[in-house]
């Protein structure tokens, strides 16, 4: 009993500086490189205006629409890996998942909001046959690109990056049934309830029907008293550093939504973060 409450502790704490503390700097660094006075202006509108639809209104999810994520993303793509995939990133266990997930990937893969490459050296070089990253911010691909040429991997793969909506525009693009595997980490909650939505149907459309979606999101927490705190500061949290993402959605009821159905799922951190292991046909 005592120990599991020293989990819990332990996980709030590196929770807090993942998610908040250090998206703190990455508000700063946006607010910094806001060089007119009218986007610093729109940047505290922002934060006002989510402090009292939370507050006051009780209005849930905040979301940056593809626009809004093109431009921020853009911001904080030269510290992004320092900070979401730093030390608080691994006591949180998030290398660990990051990696037995990613290894599930078999043939043509897509990785949508793949961002600077953090998935790229997981990946089992011999079970994939290629590899198309997609992500709506140019900034975060470019670190992907130099990420995959600095650290010499998957050479035998072919990859591709393409700029793209992932709420919208995959199937357009890709057709549908032409992925062996789909992935995400931690881009749904950037896309709010609405957009996760749109892209769950997109990626069970390109995903081949004997195929796998395979996710590793934030969640609400297992733990009732992280749930609520979850629950009171994920709004707020999202606009204030949190790099957009509401830490607090109900991800597996989403994907059930979408008609996919969860071959596995898997709790990590007391339930702060979930993986998914998917199948596009519920039946
Ligand atoms: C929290 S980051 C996750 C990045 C990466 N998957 C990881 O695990 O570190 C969210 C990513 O989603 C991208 N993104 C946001 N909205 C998007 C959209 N509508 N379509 C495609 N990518 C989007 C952002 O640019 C960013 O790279």
Same mark, same amino acid.
Not at 70 to 84: C, H, P, V
Not at 158 to 187: E, Y
């Given at each position: 009993?005592?120990?599991?409450?020293?989990?819990?502790?332990?996980?709030?704490?590196?929770?807090?500086?993942?998610?908040?503390?250090?998206?703190?700097?990455?508000?700063?660094?946006?607010?910094?490189?806001?060089?007119?006075?009218?986007?610093?202006?729109?940047?505290?509108?922002?934060?006002?205006?989510?402090?009292?639809?939370?507050?006051?209104?009780?209005?849930?999810?905040?979301?940056?629409?593809?626009?809004?994520?093109?431009?921020?993303?853009?911001?904080?793509?030269?510290?992004?890996?320092?900070?979401?995939?730093?030390?608080?990133?691994?006591?949180?266990?998030?290398?660990?998942?990051?990696?037995?997930?990613?290894?599930?990937?078999?043939?043509?893969?897509?990785?949508?909001?793949?961002?600077?490459?953090?998935?790229?050296? @997981?990946?089992?070089?011999?079970?994939?046959?290629?590899?198309?990253?997609?992500?709506?911010?140019?900034?975060?691909?470019?670190?992907?690109?130099?990420?995959?040429?600095?650290?010499?991997?998957?050479?035998?793969?072919?990859?591709?990056?393409?700029?793209?909506?992932?709420?919208?525009?995959?199937?357009?693009?890709?057709?549908?049934?032409?992925?062996?595997?789909?992935?995400?980490?931690?881009?749904?909650?950037?896309?709010?309830?609405?957009?996760? @939505?749109?892209?769950?149907?997109?990626?069970?459309?390109?995903? @081949?029907?004997?195929?796998?979606?395979?996710?590793?999101?934030?969640?609400?927490?297992?733990?009732?008293?992280?749930?609520?705190?979850?629950?009171?500061?994920?709004?707020?949290?999202?606009?204030?550093?949190?790099?957009?993402?509401?830490?607090?959605?109900?991800?597996?009821?989403?994907?059930?939504?979408?008609?996919? @159905?969860?071959?596995?799922?898997?709790?990590?951190?007391?339930?702060?973060?979930?993986?998914?292991?998917?199948?596009?046909?519920?039946?």
């Amino acid at each position: 009993m005592a120990l599991k409450r020293v989990c819990c502790m332990f996980y709030f704490i590196a929770f807090l500086w993942w998610s908040q503390w250090n998206g703190v700097f990455a508000y700063g660094a946006e607010c910094r490189a806001a060089t007119t006075s009218s986007r610093r202006r729109q940047l505290l509108e922002r934060v006002s205006q989510v402090t009292a639809s939370t507050f006051l209104l009780n209005q849930p999810s905040f979301a940056l629409s593809p626009e809004e994520a093109e431009k921020a993303y853009d911001t904080y793509a030269s510290t992004y890996n320092d900070l979401d995939g730093g030390q608080a990133a691994s006591a949180l266990g998030i290398e660990t998942a990051r990696a037995m997930l990613i290894s599930q990937a078999r043939g043509d893969v897509l990785e949508i909001g793949a961002g600077t490459g953090l998935n790229l050296d @997981k990946y089992a070089a011999d079970r994939i046959t290629s590899l198309t990253l997609v992500d709506i911010s140019p900034g975060m691909l470019r670190e992907a690109e130099a990420k995959l040429a600095e650290a010499k991997i998957l050479k035998s793969v072919p990859v591709k990056f393409i700029q793209a909506d992932a709420t919208s525009d995959l199937v357009r693009r890709f057709g549908t049934q032409s992925f062996d595997t789909v992935v995400d980490t931690f881009s749904l909650c950037v896309f709010g309830n609405e957009g996760t @939505k749109r892209s769950l149907n997109e990626m069970r459309q390109v995903v @081949k029907s004997t195929g796998r979606v395979l996710l590793l999101e934030n969640s609400r927490s297992t733990n009732p008293l992280l749930g609520l705190y979850q629950d009171g500061t994920a709004n707020v949290a999202a606009a204030v550093g949190g790099k957009g993402c509401v830490y607090n959605q109900d991800v597996g009821r989403l994907i059930l939504e979408s008609g996919m @159905k969860i071959m596995k799922e898997e709790d990590y951190a007391v339930g702060l973060f979930r993986s998914y292991v998917c199948e596009a046909r519920s039946t």
